[in-house]
């Protein structure tokens, strides 16, 4: 239902019918984000199965009023009270045909790139280790560009609505990238072509890949699965329903690696519980959930053994500490956080962090003799720096509003935030490390949405991206703060340097 932009056609179909089929009106308002069969794109699927499970507001006010946090507009002013009652109750009748997708559906799906040779070599003489990747939302591609010179060495389309940051191979080759309606493709920088792409849910969340680049963990929200991808050829090697303890069903808000523990940690949306998934050899011995199904032949030569660990409330945001041990998780509520001990399985901490903190955009950097993380809040003026030892907060430094993204790099004295939600939005915040000061505050667009820094290999210049339709990417001399350049790009969101990422880098989210 998300619609950014109403054409003057719609509105004026909207006021000349006010009494429209609500078939109608889905397709004028809603498909557009949220596919032609309500199962899924830019927005969630619009089905019983996730509808059912709503917490917070109901589906009429959603619709009517929008929602906080999200790109999900207010309709009341274009639709009268019945036809949004109307609309509400389409969207929660069962559709007439669900597809089902396990894991013959998923490789029916497969399609590998037949023009595809692999390279010896890269076909550029760039530095590999300083490859960026810039998401262009606006219509639907990625930009390789050279780290140094800012060159675009290729620009691919993806599948649509890029969704949960790309993710390399272990050597930085590969990058496996993944849309919310469940396509995972794989691209080969060193080549500039796409090698295949696979479907590996119906509505889907995120990706993570094993520290060995072995495997590819899909996080579906439709169906309630986690999918596992060989990542050499993109095959699946297991599909795992996903019910909690005591057999409720439940999405996945996230799938994260955790590369000493060699397990994916999954955060569940609809049941208080994490789960475990290990995917080395010798997994540690916890009581595990022996439940997968084997999609044969497998290059492997026993199931993906689960662990479920109950906890004190829903989960769906995690961060973790630089050994993987601790986990600290946020629900959407908002009203807090916890740490989780993995060894354990439980509870050793309470975060104090109301006002939905974004713990998935967290960065820590050292702060004296500590570590200290930060994070942003989806919907307070404000970024919370948590000591890791002892788990208080340090300190909560105002913003000019509500922030999604955090970064910064072990080269850098600073970490940038911007203020992504709000009548601020075209404000960038940059805080000294050691004093956690705003020192400033950069406005490069009036009125455009600025949005998620990333930086180079060496940390010497910070890209920003202006997140218009007309947008670019701003480039940043590190340390002066001074723009250098900037490169138009259609409606650019995340970028991602393959060092930094591969390395898990300080001041990169993992």
Excluded at 231 to 259: M, W
Excluded at 260 to 268: E, G, H, I, Y
Excluded at 412 to 427: I, L
Aim: aromatic share 10%.
């Amino acid at each position: 239902m998300t619609r950014l932009i109403v054409s003057l056609s719609a509105l004026l179909m909207t006021v000349s019918a006010p009494f429209a089929d609500p078939v109608v009106d889905y397709a004028e308002n809603c498909q557009e984000c949220h596919g032609v069969n309500r199962l899924g794109g830019i927005g969630p699927a619009l089905i019983p199965q996730t509808l059912g499970r709503m917490r917070g507001p109901n589906l009429v006010s959603v619709i009517r009023d929008g929602r906080a946090a999200t790109q999900m507009p207010a309709f009341g002013d274009l639709m009268s009270d019945s036809r949004i009652d109307a609309l509400a109750a389409f969207l929660q009748e069962p559709l007439v045909d669900v597809p089902p997708w396990g894991a013959e559906e998923i490789m029916a799906s497969r399609i590998l790139n037949e023009d595809y040779q692999p390279a010896n070599k890269p076909v550029w003489s760039s530095d590999p280790m300083n490859i960026t990747l810039a998401v262009e939302t606006g219509d639907h591609h990625v930009s390789v560009l050279d780290g140094d010179t800012f060159e675009t060495l290729d620009r691919f389309p993806t599948p649509f609505a890029v969704h949960g940051g790309p993710k390399f191979s272990p050597e930085g080759r590969y990058v496996f990238i993944m849309s919310r309606d469940g396509w995972v493709q794989k691209y080969d920088l060193y080549a500039l072509k796409e090698v295949g792409r696979i479907r590996a849910g119906l509505n889907s969340r995120n990706i993570a890949m094993s520290h060995d680049g072995k495997w590819i963990a899909v996080a579906n929200y439709l169906p309630n699965t986690l999918t596992i991808l060989a990542a050499e050829n993109l095959s699946v090697a297991a599909v795992q329903e996903i019910k909690g303890k005591d057999g409720t069903p439940s999405r996945i808000s996230a799938v994260y690696q955790a590369p000493p523990r060699k397990s994916f940690v999954l955060a569940l949306k609809d049941v208080p519980e994490i789960w475990e998934v290990f995917y080395g050899p010798n997994p540690p011995h916890y009581g595990f959930a022996h439940d997968w199904r084997i999609e044969g032949p497998a290059p492997h030569t026993k199931p993906f053994p689960v662990r479920k660990i109950t906890t004190p409330d829903y989960l769906d945001d995690f961060f973790f500490d630089q050994s993987y041990e601790y986990v600290m998780g946020a629900s959407r509520s908002g009203a807090g956080g916890q740490v989780i001990d993995l060894v354990i399985g439980q509870k050793t901490a309470d975060l104090d962090l109301p006002g939905m903190p974004h713990l998935g955009s967290g960065i820590t950097w050292q702060h004296g003799d500590t570590t200290v993380m930060a994070t942003p809040h989806l919907k307070d003026n404000a970024v919370s720096v948590i000591d890791m030892q002892t788990w208080k907060t340090v300190k909560r430094i105002e913003t000019l509003g509500p922030g999604f993204f955090m970064r910064s790099h072990e080269n850098s004295p600073y970490v940038w935030v911007d203020v992504f939600f709000g009548p601020n939005r075209d404000v960038m915040h940059v805080i000294d490390k050691q004093s956690l000061e705003i020192v400033k505050t950069l406005r490069p667009e009036k009125g455009a949405t600025v949005a998620h820094v990333e930086f180079t290999r060496n940390g010497r210049h910070a890209l920003v991206s202006i997140w218009e339709d007309e947008g670019a990417m701003i480039v940043y001399d590190a340390q002066t703060l001074e723009e250098i350049r900037r490169l138009p790009m259609k409606k650019p969101s995340g970028k991602y340097n393959v060092w930094n990422k591969i390395t898990f880098s300080e001041g990169t989210s993992h």
